[in-house]
């Protein structure tokens, strides 16, 4: 094998093998035969094989897939409940309150129930079969820029394979390969890491508000056939209130999937104030709380995982066309957070970016000034109408109390302009109150919950359950600017929240005699949710790909 880097040319190329690229690929196929142009086209996906780092509810609003495959039933399209019969509560620690009105927004009649881990692998096959090649195990590492001064974007690298811990080549080593275009179209998902390397170079976030975002646990469970919960009307179950309260935004949910399966997670804004909170541990109260714990009853944990979702909406969303670059999906902030919904927004990206590529090519011209036709194409879709509709109102949850249901009322009313137009909101690594006061014994005193190995799985397991695998012998992918800062600063003032936010125990503080202390980092348990990169109080850890194909292996959440 050649040890010197390879360059591979596309003329387009797709980096991230989610909804919202996996439909901009095979709209642009679509349109490349209508209009009888040959494009080669490439997509490559860190997990190494597609589907395996996708993990979401989830319900999908077919709108896009309608438009873009109409056959989408006869084609076989995984769906796992194709009825949402919906159930909203209230919870306190003891009782739940259904709410009889849900605004019109939150009501999923249309849609449909699917596993994303399915739906994307179901997307990857039609995309392949339409021409376009198809890289799992190939994460993109850096940006390719043009030799001119105009940082024009000219495609990806993607890493090494086959470097030890210490930079190393091994016996197996494979260089990485350039793999350039004249469009490169960037759909990483929540808090891109290649993005982020795009707005340090052309500033890209500059004009807009912070980027914030929600960390997710999700697990799928099988239940005895003779449950109840399988012969109810009921498919999808959404909750708000314990056991997070008010004061921190996200909620729960659960869906039934096909083979009595249950699909159920929690998600929770990355904005919360307390620094002893543990995600993890609230998910395990949420599936005792006696609505879902009678749901749930018998069941045992097939799979468990979790992922960020990128929730500021219309006022987060970047400059969406550079030079030779396009940005969709949630990378771009294209979820419509009132909906807890994004599959649908970032597929009709995808497809709007296709079609302006399409037009590039027409014009042989890949400048900003031709692709900027992509941003005037999502202001007149549907995305932007519901996503203008909802511009304020991840700003409102954030409130605090009741203040936020008024916040929220008054945007029901004035098409989501509400009292305040802007809202302003804070970047989530900001908002972690000190533990000022606190002795050890409080600060520490969290109360664990109990696992049994079935139903409530503990985090070690659930990593084993995600399917997660890394070479362990690379470089660690998650860079700790300062590991002072950790031992010092960081244990005074927050007791090390990585160690609880982290859902994968990645993080732990290891005490050495007498009175030291040193952090452990387990890298090769990351789930790729990046919480650890947002929620870092001191902006300390930076998230990278590791080797590709490393990271979980979802097959049906
Ligand atoms: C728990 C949870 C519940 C949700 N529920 C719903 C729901 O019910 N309905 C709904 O519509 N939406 C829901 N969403 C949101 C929805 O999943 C996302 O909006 C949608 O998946 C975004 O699609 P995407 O293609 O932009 O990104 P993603 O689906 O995140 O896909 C990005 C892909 O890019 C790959 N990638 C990233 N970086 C690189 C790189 N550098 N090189 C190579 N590959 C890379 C990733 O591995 C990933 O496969 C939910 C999300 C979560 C986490």
Not at 8 to 13: C, G, K, T
């Amino acid at each position: 094998m050649s040890q010197a880097r390879e360059e591979l040319p596309f003329d387009v190329l797709f980096v991230g093998g989610g909804p919202a690229n996996l439909a901009g690929a095979i709209r642009l196929m679509q349109l490349c035969k209508e209009k009888g142009l040959e494009i080669e086209v490439g997509l490559i996906e860190k997990g190494d094989s597609i589907g395996n780092h996708s993990l979401s509810g989830a319900i999908l609003d077919p709108i896009a897939l309608k438009e873009l495959l109409p056959d989408y039933l006869d084609r076989g399209c995984p769906i796992e409940q194709s009825e949402c019969r919906d159930n909203f509560y209230f919870l306190t620690p003891h009782w739940e309150f259904p709410i009889p009105f849900t605004p019109k927004y939150m009501h999923n009649e249309e849609c449909s129930i699917i596993s994303l881990s399915k739906f994307t692998r179901w997307l990857g096959e039609i995309a392949e079969e339409m021409g376009v090649n198809v890289f799992p195990g190939f994460a993109g590492t850096e940006v390719l820029y043009g030799d001119d001064d105009s940082k024009r974007i000219v495609g990806v690298a993607t890493g090494d394979k086959g470097i030890d811990k210490n930079g190393e080549k091994k016996s197996v080593y494979e260089p990485g390969v350039d793999l350039t275009a004249n469009v490169t179209v960037f759909g990483e998902g929540s808090r891109g890491s290649l993005l982020g390397e795009v707005d340090k170079t052309m500033g890209i976030f500059s004009k807009t508000m912070p980027q914030i975002f929600e960390t997710a646990i999700k697990e799928v469970i099988e239940i005895p056939e003779s449950n109840p919960f399988l012969a109810s009307e009921t498919t999808v179950v959404h909750t708000f209130g314990y056991p997070k309260g008010l004061d921190t935004k996200g909620g729960g949910f659960l869906y039934k999937m096909s083979d009595n399966r249950i699909s159920v997670g929690l998600v929770l804004g990355l904005d919360y104030e307390d620094p002893l909170l543990e995600p993890y541990e609230i998910f395990m109260k949420y599936k005792r709380h006696p609505l879902i714990a009678k749901i749930i009853d018998g069941g045992k944990v097939l799979q468990q995982g979790a992922k960020t979702l990128s929730i500021g909406g219309y006022y987060t969303m970047p400059k969406l066309a550079v030079d030779g670059g396009l940005f969709v999906g949630d990378s771009a902030s294209m979820l419509n957070s009132q909906r807890l919904k994004g599959i649908h927004t970032a597929m009709k990206s995808g497809m709007c970016a296709a079609e302006t590529i399409i037009m590039a090519f027409e014009k042989n011209d890949f400048s900003r000034e031709t692709l900027a036709a992509y941003e005037a194409g999502i202001e007149k879709s549907w995305i932007n109408q519901e996503g203008y509709q909802a511009r304020n109102f991840t700003q409102a949850l954030s409130q605090k109390g009741v203040s936020k249901f008024i916040h929220v009322g008054a945007q029901y009313f004035t098409q989501g302009r509400g009292i305040k137009d802007p809202m302003v909101i804070k970047e989530d690594c900001a908002t972690l109150k000190k533990l000022k006061g606190k002795t050890d014994s409080e600060a520490l005193n969290i109360q664990k919950q109990e696992y049994d190995g079935e139903l409530f799985v503990d985090k070690l397991t659930g990593v084993f359950l995600s399917g997660t695998q890394h070479e362990e012998d690379q470089p660690c992918h998650l860079i700790v600017h300062d590991q002072e800062i950790c031992v010092n600063q960081c244990f005074k003032e927050y007791r090390n929240p990585c160690t609880r936010f982290c859902p994968a125990q990645v993080y732990e503080i290891v005490e050495e005699e007498p009175g030291g202390r040193h952090l452990l980092i387990n890298p090769a348990n990351c789930l790729h949710c990046k919480t650890c990169e947002i929620k870092d109080p001191y902006k300390n850890i930076t998230w990278t790909c590791p080797e590709g194909g490393g990271g979980p292996k979802y097959a049906i959440v």
